[in-house]
């Protein structure tokens, strides 16, 4: 009979959780904004800011660039805190810069004390979007 042995696994508290999502893209492939396309009567980029908020995430930093215009006022009423990278061109890495960083300047500094984040990034609602979250490790047996 194989030894029991232990075994890490992360946990993150719910609490702890910060989002950011990236809608700063132009859609040059697709025509159209994506991020401002209806998706259950609602632009995509409310709707995964909505989610997160009900996810009881926060901070929720949105990264608006392209049609940064049109994209604060799909996010207007969203206890959300939205940030326009001017620089969107590159690519997404530097929308990712410009999330982390109004995520530290809007309280999330917790997350980067801990080394231990786990990096979540992924279509979410046709968005683009990435959680940061701090990990503990718990021994289970």
């Known amino acids: ?18 989002e950011i999502i990236l809608g700063a893209g132009a859609s040059t ?6 991020q401002l396309l209806k998706f259950g009567g609602e632009p995509v980029l409310r709707r995964a800011a909505r989610v997160a908020l009900e996810a009881d995430c926060r901070p929720v930093v949105v990264v608006t660039g392209a049609n940064a215009v049109a ?6 009423g969203l206890d959300v805190c939205e940030v326009e ?3 969107w061109k590159p690519g ?9 960083e109004l ?28 959680s940061l979250n701090p990990v503990r490790r718990q021994s289970i047996e």
């Open 85 to 87: 990278n001017k620089q």
């Open 71 to 76: 994209s604060k006022q799909a996010l207007r």
């Open 103 to 130: 995520s530290v300047a809007a309280g999330a500094s917790q997350f980067f004390k801990n080394r231990n984040l786990f990096f979540a990034g992924g279509m979410r609602n046709g968005s683009f979007s990435c």
């Open 1 to 18: 009979m194989p030894k029991s042995s232990k075994r890490s696994v992360l946990a993150a508290d719910r609490a702890d959780v910060g």
């Open 29 to 34: 492939r697709m025509g159209v904004p994506k």
């Open 92 to 100: 997404m890495s530097s929308s990712v810069r410009v999330g982390v």
